[in-house]
Every structure is written in structure tokens, then in C-alpha cells.
């Protein structure tokens, strides 16, 4: 999806972010206002969509998570990087990585509705008389198709503590809280200005149908982030399948937005209901997280998290010796902030670094496949390091900078691997 409106101001820093945010957004988005009205046509929604089995009582996740593809972080789980080995650009499905902060719900499709309402509309419908779509209504409307990634704003937060020894707190995933798949839907601008989207909007807040999110105790309601229309008009997605097929419930079904480039609590998921507000709006998910907070943030924290960083991972698993011989290994690299133009490997923990072959052409909303020739010539212990600079010039440093929440962790990660050169002799 391309911009199409050239006037939109560039929300690639949180700057800019906050900034977009606190202003009135008068004359910054020409639009046509919309007619105002949903559509009316009911449509039948294919039987073969209704959800399968109810969520696992221990981790409220449907799908099987096998110890091979996953990594289990109580109600989340996060995809084991050698279950990427020998899959092409995306991640099937099945080892996607689940975060959820409460049980996957099982909603039925034909009874779905996606409700839009607020002050940001023509007419500011309330929130119990709101414009209505059904899922018969998205299937019809026309449809687009993207790859990108998703991914935690905490993924890799284990090595704060791991490599860093800082003691941060949440799920300490390692580098398997991101994934790539082909989403298609519809865009949200298209329901937006079939919704009836004005001028003065400025923020729009998607929550999601999963129960109650409560937090040590505290009620916080349903799970809810606050979006700018500007990125709402830009290039985030409805999404209603996910590699050619329904949306699995892990992951939405039957609808969930997707928000290119932008940090994973920005796509939410079993979406019920987006508020659309002529002023700013809030929710704990940009206030109380998914900021940066600790020495050098001013209480408040640092403005809300947007774009996620440059990252790399090896296709190996974490703990598990290294096969003998002359190997290629592989990995792939990833941007919230643009094109990937180049990956680095070290063989020896950094000191000395050599270029990866890119083997697909960079797409900035998803990763590039690299691939690296190697011939370890000696037993023992080896560290493995992969570093990109995406096209902004931006790499990935030694040493993430800490926040409290342990948040975009995009220091270079260091795989320790035993290499047996021999085979073992009594
Ligand atoms: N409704 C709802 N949407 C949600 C979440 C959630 O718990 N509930 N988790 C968010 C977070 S923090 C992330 S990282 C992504 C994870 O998407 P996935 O589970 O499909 O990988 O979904 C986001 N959308
Ligand atoms: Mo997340």
C-alpha cells in the first residue's frame, strides 16, 4: 500500500509521533469526507471460517504448540528460530509466535460486527448506536494484499538481563516474538472514509473482543491502543486472512489490524470496535507501557513507541551443538525503519565481521533471508554474531540502551554454540 496523500506528515520517530498526536489535525488530511454511510448489504459468510476446538485451559492458546517450534512463556509463546530452517520468506502459521493478554476468544463470524463510532465521524454516532460492518461486508469491499512483519515491542527483552545483566521487567522472549506472513484485508482508510471519517479526526482507538486485561490486581479493560489517522490512513490493514487462509484464532480471527513497521501491540487482534476521536486519545497500552521509562525518561516515560528496530537472527536453535563441517548458515534481518541493506556475520564474538549474502530483495515491512559460508576449523566454543544496517544507516549497536520495561532491545545478540570438530573419541 502507497500513501496517498503527500501532505501526511513522516511518523517515523516517536517525535513526530507525539507531535501528530497533540495537535489538531485540521487541513493535514484532505479527504473527501465520506458519504457517512456503512453498508447496508448483509452477505453470507463461508462456513468453512467458524473456529475450530476452545483455547488450552493452562495457556489459553488454541493452536498445538510443540516443544520443537515453540518456546512456552505462559499465556505467550515465542517461535524457536531453527523452526524457520528451510522455509521460504514466511512464517507458516502453525510456529507463528502468540502474545496474548488474556485468552484467545473464539468468535463467531457471522455474528461479528466491527463497530466504528465517536466524535471523529460525521454525525459522532455513539458508541451504542455506531456505524456497523459485518464480515460479509470486509469480504466484499476491495481487498489488499501485504507481507509484514509482526513483532513484540519486548522481543529479545531476555538479554537485557542475559547479555546485559540488567533486570527488566516482562516476558523475557528471545529473538522469537516476531514473525512475517501475507495478510490480506481490506485497508482501514477504505472503512474509515465508508465510516464517515471528518477532518478534525486525529486519533482512532481499536480495541480488541479478548476478556478484560487485568494487571497485578487493577482492571484495565479490554485490550486497546490509541493510533494516529495519519498512520490509520497510510498503510494499516483489516486483515482477515493470514497466508491464504482465515485468520487462525490465535491470531484475530475473524479480523485484526495490521500495522506495517510499527511496534506489535499496534496490530490488535479480534477486533470489536474503533473509536474515532476528534482529539487524542489514551489507554494504558501509550501511557503506562509500551513507552520507555527509567534513568534519562521524564516520568511520563518517553512519547509512545512506534517503529520497531533493526534486528537479526540466526535460523539455529539456542542450546544445541553445532554439526561438523563446512556449513552455510542462515538467518534473516528485519526494520521498522526501512529497507535492510546489509547483515554482517562474526564468527569469533565480534572481533572480526564479514558481509552475509542478502538473498531477497529488501522489503521494508518485512525481512531479508541471508545466508553465510563457514567452515569452523576448530573445536570448541563458538560465538555467532549477526548485525544489519537497514537503509537509514542504522545498525545494530553492542549495547541496547536500558528502559525499565525492557523494551526494542536491538543490541547484537550473541549465540554461544559448541562445535565438535572430531567425532568424540573415548
Ligand atoms: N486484542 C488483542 N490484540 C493484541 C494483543 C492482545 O493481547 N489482545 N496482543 C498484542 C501484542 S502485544 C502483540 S506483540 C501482537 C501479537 O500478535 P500475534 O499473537 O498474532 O503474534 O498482537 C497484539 N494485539
Ligand atoms: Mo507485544
Given at each position: 500500500m502507497r500513501s496517498g496523500n503527500r501532505k501526511e506528515p513522516d511518523l517515523t520517530d516517536e517525535g513526530a509521533y507525539e507531535h501528530v498526536r497533540a495537535l489538531?489535525?485540521?487541513?493535514?488530511l484532505r479527504l473527501s469526507?465520506?458519504?457517512?454511510a456503512a453498508l447496508a448489504v448483509p452477505a453470507a459468510v463461508p462456513a468453512a471460517v467458524a473456529p475450530p476446538a476452545a483455547a488450552?485451559?493452562?495457556?489459553?492458546?488454541?493452536k498445538p504448540l510443540p516443544p520443537e517450534l515453540f518456546i512456552p512463556h505462559g499465556t505467550n509463546a515465542e517461535m524457536?528460530?531453527?523452526?524457520?530452517?528451510?522455509?521460504?520468506l514466511l512464517t507458516p502459521a502453525d510456529r507463528f509466535f502468540v502474545r496474548n493478554h488474556v485468552a484467545t476468544p473464539l468468535i463467531d463470524a457471522r455474528t461479528w460486527r466491527l463497530k466504528l463510532w465517536g466524535t471523529g465521524l460525521h454525525g459522532s454516532p455513539a458508541e451504542d448506536r455506531p456505524r456497523e460492518f459485518s464480515y460479509g461486508d470486509l469480504l466484499r469491499l476491495p481487498a489488499e494484499t501485504i507481507t509484514a512483519f509482526i513483532e513484540c515491542?519486548?522481543?529479545?527483552?531476555g538479554f537485557y538481563a542475559s547479555q546485559q545483566g540488567q533486570q527488566v521487567s516482562g516476558t523475557p522472549w528471545k529473538l522469537g516474538a516476531v514473525g512475517v506472513a501475507r495478510w490480506r484485508g481490506v485497508r482501514l482508510s477504505t472503512v474509515l472514509r465508508l465510516a464517515?471519517?471528518?477532518?478534525?479526526?486525529?486519533d482512532i482507538l481499536p480495541r480488541g473482543l479478548d476478556a478484560d486485561y487485568v494487571d497485578k490486581g487493577e482492571n484495565l479493560g479490554r485490550v486497546r491502543r490509541p493510533l494516529p489517522v495519519a498512520k490509520a490512513m497510510k498503510d494499516v490493514l483489516l486483515a482477515y486472512e493470514m497466508n491464504g487462509a482465515p485468520l487462525p484464532p490465535d491470531h484475530g480471527y475473524p479480523v485484526r489490524l495490521v500495522v506495517p513497521s510499527?511496534?506489535?501491540?499496534?496490530?490488535?487482534?479480534?477486533?470489536g470496535d474503533v473509536q474515532v476521536a476528534a482529539e487524542p486519545l489514551f489507554s494504558p497500552w501509550n501511557t503506562r507501557f509500551y513507552r520507555l521509562f527509567g534513568p534519562g525518561y521524564p516520568a511520563e516515560g518517553s512519547p509512545p513507541l512506534t517503529r520497531m528496530n533493526v534486528k537479526s537472527a540466526f535460523e539455529?536453535?539456542?542450546?544445541a551443538p553445532l554439526p561438523s563441517g563446512p556449513q552455510v548458515l542462515r538467518g534473516r534481518s528485519w526494520s521498522g525503519t526501512g529497507r535492510i541493506r546489509r547483515t554482517e556475520v562474526s564468527v569469533d564474538g565480534g572481533a572480526t565481521w564479514r558481509r552475509a549474502r542478502l538473498?531477497?530483495?529488501?522489503d521494508p515491512r518485512g525481512w531479508t533471508r541471508w545466508e553465510f559460508p563457514w567452515r569452523p576449523h576448530a573445536s570448541g566454543r563458538h560465538e555467532l554474531l549477526a548485525r544489519a544496517t537497514d537503509e537509514t544507516g542504522t545498525s545494530q549497536p553492542f549495547n541496547a540502551p536500558y528502559n525499565t520495561l525492557g523494551y526494542l532491545f536491538g543490541a547484537v545478540v550473541r549465540l554461544a554454540l559448541i562445535h565438535i570438530s572430531e567425532p568424540t573419541r573415548p
Amino acid at each position: 500500500m502507497r500513501s496517498g496523500n503527500r501532505k501526511e506528515p513522516d511518523l517515523t520517530d516517536e517525535g513526530a509521533y507525539e507531535h501528530v498526536r497533540a495537535l489538531s489535525r485540521r487541513g493535514m488530511l484532505r479527504l473527501s469526507a465520506g458519504a457517512g454511510a456503512a453498508l447496508a448489504v448483509p452477505a453470507a459468510v463461508p462456513a468453512a471460517v467458524a473456529p475450530p476446538a476452545a483455547a488450552d485451559g493452562a495457556t489459553g492458546i488454541v493452536k498445538p504448540l510443540p516443544p520443537e517450534l515453540f518456546i512456552p512463556h505462559g499465556t505467550n509463546a515465542e517461535m524457536r528460530w531453527d523452526a524457520m530452517r528451510g522455509q521460504g520468506l514466511l512464517t507458516p502459521a502453525d510456529r507463528f509466535f502468540v502474545r496474548n493478554h488474556v485468552a484467545t476468544p473464539l468468535i463467531d463470524a457471522r455474528t461479528w460486527r466491527l463497530k466504528l463510532w465517536g466524535t471523529g465521524l460525521h454525525g459522532s454516532p455513539a458508541e451504542d448506536r455506531p456505524r456497523e460492518f459485518s464480515y460479509g461486508d470486509l469480504l466484499r469491499l476491495p481487498a489488499e494484499t501485504i507481507t509484514a512483519f509482526i513483532e513484540c515491542t519486548g522481543n529479545a527483552r531476555g538479554f537485557y538481563a542475559s547479555q546485559q545483566g540488567q533486570q527488566v521487567s516482562g516476558t523475557p522472549w528471545k529473538l522469537g516474538a516476531v514473525g512475517v506472513a501475507r495478510w490480506r484485508g481490506v485497508r482501514l482508510s477504505t472503512v474509515l472514509r465508508l465510516a464517515g471519517l471528518t477532518r478534525e479526526a486525529v486519533d482512532i482507538l481499536p480495541r480488541g473482543l479478548d476478556a478484560d486485561y487485568v494487571d497485578k490486581g487493577e482492571n484495565l479493560g479490554r485490550v486497546r491502543r490509541p493510533l494516529p489517522v495519519a498512520k490509520a490512513m497510510k498503510d494499516v490493514l483489516l486483515a482477515y486472512e493470514m497466508n491464504g487462509a482465515p485468520l487462525p484464532p490465535d491470531h484475530g480471527y475473524p479480523v485484526r489490524l495490521v500495522v506495517p513497521s510499527w511496534t506489535g501491540i499496534a496490530s490488535i487482534k479480534w477486533l470489536g470496535d474503533v473509536q474515532v476521536a476528534a482529539e487524542p486519545l489514551f489507554s494504558p497500552w501509550n501511557t503506562r507501557f509500551y513507552r520507555l521509562f527509567g534513568p534519562g525518561y521524564p516520568a511520563e516515560g518517553s512519547p509512545p513507541l512506534t517503529r520497531m528496530n533493526v534486528k537479526s537472527a540466526f535460523e539455529l536453535p539456542w542450546e544445541a551443538p553445532l554439526p561438523s563441517g563446512p556449513q552455510v548458515l542462515r538467518g534473516r534481518s528485519w526494520s521498522g525503519t526501512g529497507r535492510i541493506r546489509r547483515t554482517e556475520v562474526s564468527v569469533d564474538g565480534g572481533a572480526t565481521w564479514r558481509r552475509a549474502r542478502l538473498l531477497d530483495r529488501p522489503d521494508p515491512r518485512g525481512w531479508t533471508r541471508w545466508e553465510f559460508p563457514w567452515r569452523p576449523h576448530a573445536s570448541g566454543r563458538h560465538e555467532l554474531l549477526a548485525r544489519a544496517t537497514d537503509e537509514t544507516g542504522t545498525s545494530q549497536p553492542f549495547n541496547a540502551p536500558y528502559n525499565t520495561l525492557g523494551y526494542l532491545f536491538g543490541a547484537v545478540v550473541r549465540l554461544a554454540l559448541i562445535h565438535i570438530s572430531e567425532p568424540t573419541r573415548p
